[in-house]
């Protein structure tokens, strides 16, 4: 398996664009979660999903943001519109079942210029 | 919730064993404790887990005191490849799957 897979690697927008980042979790995997690091806040859950449910939503920040899943593969974090506090490194992480532990993809560097 | 507290930093010399320190005085029956390092500009990385027995794998060893209340993550034999920030981790049984990262420990192996 080629691990999760996180898309793209980088992203540098403007203030007031949208921008969506995606994510591919481990084949089988039933839960999946969005991260966000920064260096005043570490590294903070935003969202996580259970076979495609959002479960707990109490980490995303604020009504910019928003993440689906409209399927075992595939889920994406949009924020619209975009400023320069959500400059960061988001990170996608998913996990066989909730005990398991969380294997984590190599993280979108996102500038908000 | 129960918290966790690690040095902020530590040092160690190539070749010696890592012993990464971790209290969570608060910790419930339930709740066992994951380690995770992130190497700079990776993702997060599991090491390794336990609730009640010392544990080991191929990383590394995961010493749990008897009251449960610290544990000692130990890497064997240091390499230049573990300098990292390890993350020492309580996990929230009753708030599902939720993994709380706190600022964790930056280990600097040393040549």
């Known amino acids: 398996d080629a691990g999760v897979i996180q898309s793209p690697r980088h992203e540098v927008t403007e203030m007031g664009q949208e921008v969506t980042l995606r994510c591919k979790p481990i084949?089988?995997?039933?839960?999946l979660f969005w991260y966000r690091q920064t260096m005043m806040r570490g590294l903070e859950l935003l969202i996580y999903f259970n076979n495609n449910v959002p479960i707990d939503d109490s980490g995303m920040p604020e009504d910019r943001f928003s993440a689906k899943m409209p399927n075992a593969s595939f889920s994406t974090l949009k924020i619209q519109p975009s400023e320069p506090r959500d400059s960061a490194v988001y990170f996608c992480?998913?996990?066989?079942?909730?005990?398991?532990?969380?294997?984590f993809g190599p993280g979108t560097r996102l500038t908000v210029l | 919730d129960a918290k966790t507290t690690q040095p902020t930093s530590m040092d160690c010399a190539e070749g010696r064993a890592a012993n990464l320190p971790c209290n969570h005085s608060?910790?419930?029956?339930?709740?066992?404790v994951y380690w995770y390092r992130q190497i700079h500009s990776q993702g997060p990385q599991y090491i390794i887990h336990?609730?009640?027995n010392n544990e080991t794998n191929e990383m590394a060893s995961l010493i749990i005191t008897e009251d449960r209340k610290s544990s000692t993550l130990i890497l064997p034999h240091a390499t230049l490849r573990d300098t990292a920030v390890y993350y020492c981790i309580v996990r929230v049984a009753r708030s599902g799957n939720q993994f709380y990262f706190g600022t964790g420990t930056s280990l600097t192996v040393i040549p």
């Open positions: 084949s089988g995997h039933d839960y």
């Open positions: 336990g609730l009640k």
């Open positions: 608060t910790i419930s029956g339930n709740e066992y």
């Open positions: 992480a998913s996990s066989l079942n909730r005990n398991n532990e969380q294997f």
